[in-house]
C-alpha cells in the first residue's frame, strides 16, 4: 500500500486535497517563469533566482488557502518573491561587511569592466535600493499597472510612482546620457527573460 506524503500543516483538508493539490500545481505551472525571472531581476543572481522562487512557491503552498482566496494570487506571490528577494539581499550586504572587515587590510583595485550594455544595465539595477529596483523591475520588466506593483509590494500607488521615477532617473544617471531612457527600459524588459 503506497503512502502519501504528510501534507503541510496549515493547507486544506481532505475533502479539498485533490482541488487544492490540482489548483496549485496549474498556478505552480503558469507563474513559475515568471516569479524565477522577478527572482533574478531582484537579486541579480541568476543561479539563486530559481531556488528563491522555488522557496516562495513553497511558501505559497503552506498557505494555500489564503493565497487562492486572495483577490490576486499572483500579486500575492510576487510579494512573497520580493519580501524574499529583499532578505537575501540583506543577508548577503551583511556577509559582504563582515568579510570586507575580515579582510580590511587587503589592498583590491577595481578595473572599469569593458562589457556589454545589458551587464551594465544588470550592475545598475543591483546598485538602486530595493524598493526603486523591485518599481523599476515590477513595472518596466514586468510591465504591470502602478495599482499591481503597489500591490505585489505592499506599499501606495504613490511610492510606486516615486521610486519608479527616481530609479529611472538613477538608472540614467549611472549608464550615463547615452542611453535613451526608452532603451534602458528595453534592456531591462530584455534581461529577465534568460531565467
Not at 73 to 95: C, D, F, H, L, T
Request: proline residues 4%; contains cysteine.
Amino acid at each position: 500500500m503506497a503512502t502519501r506524503a504528510k501534507r503541510p500543516a496549515g493547507t486544506t483538508g481532505a475533502a479539498g486535497d485533490a482541488d487544492a493539490e490540482a489548483e496549485f500545481h496549474a498556478f505552480f505551472e503558469r507563474h513559475y517563469a515568471e516569479l524565477a525571472r522577478l527572482a533574478h531581476l531582484l537579486t541579480g543572481e541568476a543561479d539563486g533566482a530559481d531556488d528563491l522562487a522555488a522557496d516562495a512557491l513553497l511558501a505559497l503552498w503552506h498557505r494555500w488557502d489564503r493565497v487562492r482566496a486572495a483577490d490576486h494570487p499572483a500579486a500575492y506571490a510576487r510579494g512573497v518573491v520580493a519580501n524574499m528577494a529583499r532578505s537575501r539581499i540583506r543577508s548577503a550586504v551583511r556577509e559582504r561587511r563582515r568579510i570586507t572587515l575580515f579582510w580590511s587590510g587587503r589592498d583590491e583595485g577595481v578595473a572599469d569592466p569593458d562589457v556589454p550594455a545589458v551587464v551594465d544595465v544588470r550592475e545598475a539595477l543591483r546598485a538602486l535600493p530595493f524598493r526603486k529596483r523591485a518599481c523599476v523591475v515590477l513595472r518596466h520588466a514586468f510591465d504591470l499597472s502602478e495599482k499591481d506593483t503597489a500591490q505585489a509590494l505592499g506599499v501606495s500607488v504613490g511610492t510606486v510612482k516615486s521610486q519608479t521615477s527616481k530609479g529611472m532617473a538613477e538608472l540614467q544617471r549611472r549608464l550615463g546620457p547615452d542611453p535613451a531612457l526608452a532603451r534602458v527600459r528595453a534592456v531591462v524588459a530584455d534581461t529577465g527573460g534568460s531565467t
